[in-house]
């Protein structure tokens, strides 16, 4: 056995760990209800987007969460299912999503491990924003405020596979508030990101 954890980046072959995880965390959202659950199944999305996923020292896979490189609005408003706002320059940008965590392991920083390690990469290459959508008291909503995250609503949001229970945001990190935010997070967590150090090539 390992003596700690570790993240990494996910594979096609991690699909049914992964698809277990999303499924557990969707199910016990008190922000939306889940219609389809086929569509948190590993895909042809997952294979070229960067997936990564928090371990324990049993090689358990804890939490995930995607980035997808977007290039363009329209490109962000198809998978976001809403008009997005036209007064910032956000794209190429990474669309953070299906973030996922073991009820059990909830409230240990995991979401925000990852995140971490998804500001790293954006820092290294040229990426206008990082965004997502996220739901009104959702317990990462204070954090991603702290962090200079903006947040919009959107009025025309239509996504089959989900109903919203509370009030969705569109929340948007623009670059120049990418060194901050990591900062912020390796400050904040700095036990749980020594405790779960990078493993293997991006």
């Not at 090689?59 to 490109?75: M, P, Q, V």
């Not at 299906?98 to 998804?118: C, I, M, P, Q």
């Not at 990426?127 to 200079?148: I, Q, Y």
Request: charged letters at 35%; proline letters at 3%.
């Amino acid at each position: 056995m390992r003596r700690e954890g570790y993240v990494r980046r996910l594979k096609k072959e991690d699909a049914e760990a992964v698809f277990a995880v999303r499924k557990e965390a969707y199910e016990s959202s008190e922000q939306f209800k889940t219609l389809n659950f086929s569509y948190l199944e590993w895909d042809d999305v997952d294979d070229i987007a960067i997936v990564l996923g928090v371990f324990n020292e049993k090689d358990e896979l804890l939490a995930s969460l995607r980035g997808e490189i977007i290039k363009t609005r329209s490109d962000a408003e198809k998978k976001l299912h809403y008009t997005l706002p036209t007064d910032k320059e956000l794209f190429p940008g990474i669309l953070l999503g299906r973030g996922a965590t073991l009820r059990s392991e909830r409230n240990k920083g995991y979401n925000s491990l990852l995140r971490y390690y998804f500001l790293g990469l954006g820092i290294d290459f040229p990426f206008k924003s990082m965004f997502a959508s996220v739901f009104e008291k959702a317990p990462r909503v204070g954090l991603l405020r702290d962090m200079n995250y903006k947040f919009t609503i959107p009025d025309d949001s239509d996504d089959s596979d989900i109903e919203v229970l509370t009030c969705e945001y569109f929340v948007y990190l623009e670059r120049k508030s990418f060194l901050p935010s990591f900062q912020f997070l390796q400050n904040k967590f700095k036990e749980t990101i020594d405790e779960h150090p990078w493993e293997g090539l991006i």
